[in-house]
């Protein structure tokens, strides 16, 4: 492999930036952020720069994948709720700290101006933010916004930075929607949109289908697409969700979104019978299970509005699993998703479909690659 220079002066000498961090490193940082200890995990990554791991190596190599160790440790139920916030907490920090080492200025930027920012609603920013650090990396003058940036303040600060290119992160599938009004926000302000995030799908499928002008899977993808050059800078026309999406025409989507809380009322009060282990739960146990229906009816409005059961599949098969490492039985599922289609009208035949689609993959154990943590 030819070895690349970057933008922080160290080198690529082939293998990946995971490759390139000592394992030892990688177990240090988890124990430390394990422990919810700033102090220590902001030592083992200033040390792993002074030994010579370069920037961009401890940024994609190291803080990314233990990020993503957080959230698969969480899943498997060996970190509580708590726990998974102060390390995530923690690994943000770590990132503060690193900014102060003497060998993470970047370049003057030569690029010209990005802003990255997460969509409304969307509250999981780590990713954004190691994109952005990553493109200031390579020479772009970066404006964050951060986290659950709502649409028209995102476009006002458009109009008055006039940035390039909008890199738009979407972590959960159910904020897709959303997604799609902001990226039409920043196309016809005259803005084009890289998407990024676990939401869009792991093959950009759906930046593809939303409409956005790039799609990349990771910090390091995100800038090769943009230094090739983004198209569609040009202003284009308002347009409605539907122009783009003609199977919305349906209805669905909107009807499955007006009647959520019915659904979810609904799907309560009649899963008592169909899963007697629920007549035993106390208050917390209910209020935990009207948050998970609720997380079906909203990803099943996902899937209808992006047109896509495996999204849904995806999303159950994986639910599945995190019950099963808490001693939930899995086959609740199924009675939710029976009683779901039996309270939805006959007239919606794709989230029937989709329905029965996460069905199957219960019953014959299908699962699909998460798309949500």
């Given at each position: 492999m030819t070895t690349q220079h970057r933008?922080?002066?160290g080198t690529d000498g082939g293998g990946s930036p995971w490759e390139r961090v000592p394992a030892?490193?990688?177990e240090d940082l988890w124990e430390a952020l394990r422990q919810g200890d700033e102090y220590t995990a902001s030592g083992v990554v200033l040390d792993a720069v002074d030994a010579g791991v370069s920037v961009e190596d401890v940024l994609l190599g190291l803080i990314a994948p233990v990020q993503e160790r957080i959230g698969a440790e969480w899943a498997a139920n060996r970190i509580t709720v708590a726990?998974?916030?102060t390390a995530t907490a923690v690994n943000e920090r770590v990132m503060a700290a690193l900014a102060h080492h003497p060998a993470y200025r970047p370049p003057p930027p030569h690029r010209g101006r990005i802003t990255v920012a997460c969509v409304d609603g969307e509250w999981h920013s780590l990713?954004?933010?190691l994109v952005a650090e990553v493109l200031r990396r390579r020479g772009w003058d970066v404006g964050f916004l951060g986290a659950h940036v709502p649409t028209p303040h995102l476009v006002a600060d458009l109009h008055a930075s006039a940035p390039r290119a909008v890199a738009l992160s979407c972590s959960m599938p159910r904020h897709l929607p959303t997604a799609h009004r902001v990226v039409a926000a920043c196309q016809a302000a005259g803005f084009p949109v890289l998407a990024g995030g676990r939401a869009f799908g792991p093959d950009?499928?759906?930046a593809r289908?939303?409409?956005a002008d790039g799609w990349a899977p990771n910090a390091q993808g995100a800038a090769e697409v943009l230094e090739s050059g983004l198209a569609g800078s040009l202003p284009r026309p308002?347009?409605?969700p539907v122009d783009d999406l003609p199977h919305l025409a349906d209805q669905e989507y909107s009807t499955v979104t007006r009647a959520r809380q019915r659904l979810v009322r609904e799907t309560l009060a009649a899963l008592e019978d169909r899963f007697p282990p629920m007549r035993a739960y106390d208050d917390v146990q209910r209020e935990r299970t009207a948050e998970d229906v609720a997380h079906v009816v909203d990803h099943l409005a996902a899937a209808l509005y992006v047109d896509d059961d495996e999204l849904f599949t995806s999303f159950v098969s994986w639910t599945a699993d995190v019950l099963t490492t808490r001693g939930v039985p899995a086959e609740s599922l199924d009675p939710t998703l029976d009683l779901l289609a039996a309270h939805l009208p006959d007239a919606?035949?794709?989230a029937h479909r989709v329905l029965a689609a996460g069905r199957t993959a219960l019953t014959t154990g299908l699962r699909p690659r998460p798309t949500a943590t």
């Open positions: 933008a922080d002066g030892k490193v990688h726990q998974e916030h990713p954004a933010r950009g499928r759906h289908t939303l409409g308002a347009h409605r919606t035949p794709r």
